[in-house]
């Protein structure tokens, strides 16, 4: 069994200011991690995915993540928050589990960006 | 990568009607997955479509009403039958294995 756990549905800073959405993660089996974008009204984007290499994780336009085992967390972070970023960020994780593969998305945060 | 495509990218339908999505995609996948993405909220799985097989469902989810087929290696559809207001979401195909998964641009339903 695997879960998600996202904390905050919102999360509001200032532009230029750091940018931290948090996950932690449950899996019975060694996750893939995953961290997906979705502005309003379009469909979902991959950030960034942690899929067992390194732990520090870059990803598009400035995210990056950290996959911390001893903590399940996989938290998102961007050192200066651009307008562009307000948008609604999802956590997944899968696992390979008797070969079947399901993928289990966190509630979401919505990421607001104010100028 | 993949690219998907889904077919209609929106519509409106009257309560008790049935709409069929589309989903294609340009590459041969063995498994396809449809999601749910009711307003506000998170995606949730609705089943998974093996090509040759039937699809497997998620609890919750029942093949009365939500019929799949997968007649091919890249093409999927999904049926939301009897509509309800309740059934207004956006529906999203996926294809992918577990270390990545790719997401077609959605199917907007809104139920009258």
């Known amino acids: 069994a695997q879960s998600v756990t996202q904390l905050g549905s919102h999360v509001s800073v200032s532009e230029g200011a750091l940018v931290l959405l948090r996950c932690n993660y449950s899996?019975?089996?060694?996750?893939?991690l995953f961290w997906y974008v979705q502005y309003p009204n379009q469909g979902l984007q991959l950030l960034l995915k942690?899929?067992?290499?390194?732990?520090l994780v870059k990803g598009i336009n400035g995210f990056e993540a950290e996959f911390k085992k001893s903590e399940t967390s996989f938290h998102l972070t961007k050192p200066s928050a651009h307008m562009s970023d307000a948008a609604e960020y999802f956590c997944a994780v899968t696992a390979n589990s008797g070969g079947y593969q399901k993928v289990t998305f966190g509630t979401g945060t919505k990421l607001q960006v104010i100028p | 990568s993949a690219v998907i495509s889904q077919k209609p990218s929106r519509d409106i339908c009257q309560r008790g009607t049935s709409l069929t999505i589309q989903c294609q995609v340009d590459s041969q996948v063995t498994m396809m997955f449809w999601y749910r993405q009711q307003p506000g909220q998170s995606l949730t799985l609705i089943a998974t479509?093996?090509?040759?097989?039937?699809?497997?469902?998620e609890s919750g989810f029942v093949i009365d009403k939500f019929p799949i087929s997968r007649p091919n290696l890249t093409f999927s559809t999904l049926t939301v039958s009897n509509m309800s207001p309740e059934d207004s979401s956006i529906y999203l195909c996926?294809?992918?294995?577990?270390?990545?998964?790719?997401f077609g641009p959605g199917t907007r339903l809104t139920v009258l």
């Open positions: 899996s019975s089996v060694p996750p893939y």
């Open positions: 942690y899929t067992s290499a390194a732990t």
């Open positions: 996926s294809v992918g294995g577990v270390n990545e998964q790719f």
């Open positions: 479509a093996n090509q040759g097989s039937e699809a497997t469902y």
